[in-house]
């Protein structure tokens, strides 16, 4: 009996020492920043959403069993250009009267390197929904945390740019998102 408790502490001995668990992380919006990027007559047009929030929760050792929900406050858009900023607000781009935010949700998020996932969701954007695959570095440090990434989604499957603004010899079909989240742990 006392060589099987012996072998029993010795082999919970070996196990690491460090688990992480699941935390609900949310964003800190003031050190935060959700950008996107047109291409206009082949040059970059780029945006910021001064307005969103992230809540994930995360386990990076059972990644699967994690969320990420963002919302996003679609009448944030800043193009840093007053006229264009009226435009995108109209019915041919964003249409802030009827679509006033947008929202991505995963429920099952891959780990694809050390500190890499990917969350693969749904990406509800004026009122159209496609799945979507969100890829991500992540850092975490003493309550705080980092996620980093970049994607791209077609504006028309999104009915972003309609009517003479379907064609994308003008602005290209490619909308580069990219994002730097800060967050805390939730409480």
């Known amino acids: 009996m006392k060589k099987a408790l012996v072998i029993a502490a010795l082999l919970l001995g070996a196990l690491p020492l460090h688990r992480t668990f699941a ?22 047009a780029p945006g910021v959403f001064r307005e969103f929030e992230v809540r994930l929760r995360l386990d ?5 069993a994690s969320r990420l929900d963002v919302t996003i406050n679609i009448a944030s858009a800043d193009m840093s250009n007053a006229d264009i900023n009226k435009a995108i607000a109209g019915a041919d781009w964003f249409d802030f009267a009827r679509f006033g935010r947008a929202e991505f949700h995963a429920s099952g998020i891959r780990r694809v390197q050390a500190d890499a996932f990917v969350a693969r969701g749904t990406l509800t954007l004026k009122g159209v929904q496609r799945p979507v695959e969100v890829p991500f570095s992540w850092s975490e440090s003493q309550g705080s945390a980092t996620m980093e990434g970049k994607f791209v989604v077609q504006r028309g499957a999104f009915g972003i740019g309609t009517g003479e603004w379907s064609a994308t010899d003008v602005i290209g079909a490619d909308v580069t998102v990219s994002f730097r989240v800060r967050l805390r742990r939730a409480s």
Do not use: C, G, I, N
Not at 31 to 43: G, Q
Not at 60 to 64: G, L, S
């Open 23 to 44: 935390a609900d992380w949310t964003s800190e919006p003031s050190d935060s920043r959700l950008a996107f990027a047109a291409v206009f007559e082949k040059t970059p």
């Open 60 to 64: 990076p050792d059972q990644a699967e």
